[in-house]
């Protein structure tokens, strides 16, 4: 069954939050399981597993498993901060993408948090990059990791950060891993705005989902500091030893 865990993280802002090792929410069994806050519940489909390991995770095939919901209870507001977070362990790197978190639609408008595919190669000149994104109608912000796919996958348990702000005139894209600054996009984007939101999807919606398993994923409705990203993976590190 799923394990009581509760960690120092910081929590203002936080308007998602979902922990396989917390039984509140997931018990270890059924096909449904919940975020911690927001009243959302999110289905379980085609066969997603769980594991007591690391003290509670959900493992996920790469084919067709995935988590869903229709409580879009999470902010979706234009030209706003955010941040996305997430524990993951890729078990492949495939010519496809694994998508750990889509908040928008299946146009790839909104929140997104991934894995690139193996033969994308990114402005960091590396292919199948962790990467995270706020991506409007007619403009994305995206940060994406120096580290390659293959590199990725052999680190084991990562865990990754996306921030998104605008300190002056446009707005600024980072991305940590393991607590540590990675990427840092300084855009030529100074507003954005949302198309529609109907697809909440954690492992993967239509093609791009997830080999391996995903531990936990949260959003806040703004951009964490780096003394709180630092903070957020202490409270992690030991339990999945990264």
Do not use: W
Not at 92 to 117: D, E, I, M, W
Not at 204 to 218: E, H, K, L, Q, Y
Request: glycine residues 12%.
């Amino acid at each position: 069954m799923g394990i009581a865990y509760n960690s120092s993280i910081a929590t203002d802002g936080l308007v998602f939050h979902l922990d396989a090792a917390n039984v509140r929410s997931y018990v270890g069994s059924g096909n449904t399981s919940y975020s911690l806050n927001n009243n959302i519940t999110l289905a379980l489909n085609n066969g997603v597993g769980f594991t007591s390991d690391n003290r509670g995770m959900f493992f996920l095939d790469g084919t067709n498993d995935s988590l869903s919901s229709t409580n879009y209870n999470m902010p979706f507001v234009n030209n706003s901060d955010y941040t996305f977070e997430a524990v993951c362990k890729f078990n492949s790197n495939p010519n496809g993408y694994q998508t750990v978190l889509l908040y928008g639609n299946l146009s790839y408008q909104g929140f997104v948090l991934g894995k690139a595919r193996s033969g994308y190669i990114n402005y960091e000149g590396v292919g199948g990059a962790l990467y995270g994104g706020v991506y409007g109608t007619s403009n994305a912000m995206i940060a994406a990791s120096t580290i390659n796919g293959d590199q990725t996958v052999s680190m084991g348990f990562v865990h990754y950060i996306y921030t998104l702000s605008k300190p002056a005139s446009v707005y600024v894209a980072k991305l940590y891993v393991n607590g540590q600054l990675n990427s840092t996009n300084t855009t030529s984007v100074t507003s954005y705005t949302f198309g529609s939101l109907n697809t909440f999807a954690i492992g993967g919606p239509s093609t791009d989902f997830v080999n391996g398993n995903i531990a936990m994923v949260r959003v806040y409705n703004r951009a964490l500091s780096a003394l709180e990203v630092k903070q957020n993976y202490n409270a992690l590190r030991d339990r999945y030893g990264i």
